[in-house]
């Protein structure tokens, strides 16, 4: 029986532990019912056709039909918001990062005997209600130029490029990040995503870029030509010692419900940085992201956001933009040379000295430069 305002949920996974472990998860969500299960593509089909569901579980590794094979079979004959729940072996995280360029929105860590039921169900539902909430963003209709081999401008030591970003940043990132060159400023990125499937996303982007890409290590220096992913399950700050940034990684309490959190970053950015950081929201749900670049604009520096036409979820960019927090709004596919001309346009300007930092809220103080 249809259950008006409520997100229909199918639930497809050869396991039977499971579709019943995700299926529980979310009946203890108001706004979400499961409407059904299914043990592999074959059997989802069917439920598709007769149930309608708003948005679809899936597993990649199943019998008769893999999930990747049937996402892209579903995308092109009946597109349908999905949500990829995989293993977190190296085989499930290369198919779930293969999922989400066939189309996925999102991917979660497939739940395990010794994974927390409680857990799951609120960063699934989460995960559900993103995906119901997504679009097919608007692509341009044209192709992209390649990126030039090395960027030209000046930079100096404090410059740093921050990227924040949830549903449907992973291919935000893909995006932008190939059309950006070598030689950039030190880029740090916080994407919401499970432990164990950062490493893979940096390596992807690592295979795509003219700079090194890969996911951060803790108290690791941070260089220009380098751009750092924050790992999953933990909060990714910088600091400035010495005569260099440094990330911290720590697993402080969650900040919106996310660890990584775009506000621990933004925040200690802000604090260190100042006005030659370059934060860039992108896509995703909530509200992560609208507190750190507001302290980043206090300081100085130019914030740049997502439009809402081209995000896969218009809501940590409208956060920021409804704050006021936000100095340009671009179309993803503008995003490049955005960076590049507010990068170019702060070497042009005489180099003044920020403030020393505060005690940041996250990780141990930055030492003063």
Known sequence: MNVP???RVLVVDDSAVVR???????SRDPQIEVVG??????????KILELDPDVLTLDVEMPRMDGLSFLKVLQQHRPLPVVVISSITQQGSRAALAALEAGAVDVLAKPTSAYSVGQLGAQLANSIKGAAAARRPVKPAFALPAAPARFTGGIDSRQLILFGSST??????REILPQLPDGLPPICITQHIPAHFSRAVADRLNELCAFQVREAVDREELRPGVALVAPGDFHMTVTWEGDRYHVRLTQ???????????????????????RH????????MGRDG?????ELKNAGATTIAQDEHTCVVYGMPRAAIEAGVVDRVVPLHNIPAAILQTLSARSATPRTEISPPVEPRLGRPAATP
């Open 5 to 7: 305002n409520k997100i």
């Open 20 to 26: 019943k472990m995700i299926a529980d998860a979310l």
């Open 37 to 46: 299960t299914a043990c592999d593509p074959y059997v989802a089909r069917d």
């Open 168 to 173: 449907g940043g992973i291919e935000a990132l």
């Open 252 to 274: 402080s309490p969650p900040l919106h419900h996310c660890r990584p959190a775009v506000d621990a970053l933004f925040s200690s950015a802000a604090r260190c940085a100042g």
């Open 277 to 284: 950081a370059l934060p860039i929201l992108l896509t995703g």
């Open 290 to 294: 609208a507190i750190g670049m507001g």
